[in-house]
């Protein structure tokens, strides 16, 4: 059974750092083909934030230069370090794994940026 569990949410104040991680269970973090973090904010659609994709990263336009994936897969763990938060980065973040044509979903943490 895969798991994905996010943690590192929390609240913050505008301008401070947060890094989420997403552990994975049942499955190895080297056989996966997609990796992405995605975020919901209250009303809106989940939208992708970053992925790591054939051990390429891409960023969505509104946290690019401020946000980082990266893996590490000694601890099968991938992480996802925010930097420069602005209150508009207010969302439950989750973490989502693809192994070919299986995907799986954390259960979200939520991450709040005071202004």
């Known amino acids: 059974q895969v798991q994905l569990v996010e943690s590192g949410g929390g609240l913050v104040q505008a301008g401070g750092s947060l890094r989420l991680s997403c552990a994975i269970s049942?499955?190895?973090?080297?056989?996966?083909?997609?990796m992405g973090w995605y975020r919901q904010a209250p009303g809106k659609q989940r939208e992708l934030v970053a992925l790591l994709l054939s051990g390429s990263t891409n960023y969505a336009d509104f946290v690019k230069g401020r946000f980082t994936i990266s893996r590490d897969n000694a601890k099968n763990t991938v992480y996802l370090q925010m930097n420069s938060l602005k209150p508009e980065d207010t969302a439950v973040y989750y973490c989502?794994?693809?192994?070919?044509?299986?995907?799986?979903w954390g259960q979200g943490t939520q991450v709040t940026v005071s202004s």
């Open positions: 049942g499955s190895s973090i080297f056989s996966i083909s997609f």
């Open positions: 989502k794994a693809s192994w070919g044509l299986l995907e799986y």
